[in-house]
């Protein structure tokens, strides 16, 4: 493992086992020579070979990065443990610490295994010494590679209990930020869109009854009156300006339809609808709608398709655009589950039934709702289409 990597916490650890595994390889030699037992120089080879294969591994990167090289200094290290546990049954001290070392590298599946075989190797070797056989001498090995299991496991399970909150965290702010993000945006397109209607309603309607005005004291003026240059700069400016305002309008009318029709939008937007079959059919003659009628139907759309998507259990819908003589209709029709319209509440975000009635009869037109449990849902809107103006005049 990267040191850079560890915690606190895991460092003071790995240190204390670096510890651990001296002081015992330095106890195993040191007895050897106090009890100047024959094979002592062996003995403290061995240990000094031992202590030379444990230093090299966190100096070398391939044991800390890959598993492979882990695992080859890990069986170097149990064989030259093998050998210092032939020599000296003092050996079997090292177990504890190359329990951890195994637990540490080897994935769960093989690292206890390899605790019990070496918790084994070290009762054999007691036993192949003639020491005095006790119940600790056998419960001793095997309780320390049990502390040592139940140690490693429950770190490791901690561990992933708290990299899961971590994400979790992490997803929550990210989640946090997207919604912020969402709002902000919302709410941008909310201010264009009511900064469209009172332009259209307000500066281009106006500007167009002056232009109309206009037109009407030009037209009752006899010939060469003095006040006709006058009048035809004023309609003149008043036209510039009625341009003006249309162009604010379109600047400020939603994204969708920016780059095309409403019927264009409606396409993509039944095209884009999540875990939905839609379809956009359209039907008589196109006329050219006003801003504040396109924003509209395409608004009601997207809430009643988005409602159809969360709430509906549904498998396909249709939206269908329809011109008539005097009207524009939009029905959007689905086959789900269905409801009660006498009991439907706002939706989320105040785009409910009340948010696209209003929408709806703000622009002198007609809303309805037609649903019942498990019979689908059909939504009708009908606007009265814009009746025309002299000489191309209409805002």
Request: overall charge neutral.
């Amino acid at each position: 493992m990267d040191p850079r990597s560890l915690t606190p916490v895991l460092r003071v650890l790995r240190l204390c086992l670096h510890l651990l595994m001296a002081g015992l390889l330095v106890l195993v030699a040191g007895r050897a020579l106090a009890d100047g037992v024959p094979n002592a120089g062996a003995v403290v080879a061995a240990a000094v070979v031992m202590a030379a294969v444990y230093g090299a591994g966190p100096a070398v990167p391939a044991v800390r990065s890959t598993r492979s090289g882990a695992a080859l200094w890990l069986a170097a290290l149990c064989a030259v443990w093998l050998v210092l546990l032939a020599l000296s049954p003092d050996a079997l001290w090292l177990a504890f610490p190359l329990y951890f070392v195994e637990l540490h590298l080897l994935p769960a599946r093989w690292g206890v295994p390899a605790a019990v075989v070496t918790a084994g190797a070290a009762i054999a070797s007691y036993v192949r010494h003639g020491q005095p056989l006790s119940p600790g001498a056998f419960i001793g090995p095997l309780l320390g590679a049990a502390v040592a299991v139940a140690t490693v496991l429950g770190y490791q399970a901690l561990y992933r209990e708290s990299e899961r909150r971590r994400r979790l965290i992490e997803e929550l702010i990210a989640t946090r930020a997207e919604l912020a993000e969402a709002e902000r945006q919302a709410g941008t397109l909310a201010e264009r869109e009511r900064l469209a209607r009172e332009i259209h309603d307000t500066l281009a309607q106006g500007l167009s009854s002056i232009q109309l005005l206009l037109r009407a004291a030009q037209r009752a003026l006899p010939p060469g009156a003095p006040a006709a240059p006058h009048i035809e700069q004023a309609r003149a400016a008043a036209q510039d300006n009625l341009a003006e305002a249309r162009r604010f309008v379109r600047a400020l009318s939603p994204p969708d339809l920016e780059s095309g029709s409403l019927a264009a939008a409606l396409e993509r937007l039944c095209a884009t609808a999540p875990g939905l079959t839609a379809r956009f059919t359209e039907s008589g003659t196109p006329a050219e709608l006003p801003t504040p009628y396109e924003v509209a139907l395409l608004r009601i759309a997207q809430s009643a398709l988005a409602n159809t998507v969360r709430h509906a259990g549904a498998r396909r819908a249709e939206i269908t655009l329809s011109f008539m003589d005097t009207t524009v209709a939009l029905d959007i029709v689905d086959d789900g589950h269905g409801f009660n319209p006498a009991s439907a509440t706002v939706g989320d975000g105040g785009f409910g039934l009340p948010a696209m009635r209003s929408r709806a009869e703000s622009l002198g037109g007609t809303f309805t709702v037609e649903s019942a449990p498990g019979q689908g849902t059909a939504v009708a809107i009908t606007l009265p289409l814009p009746l025309p103006q002299p000489l191309g005049d209409a805002a």
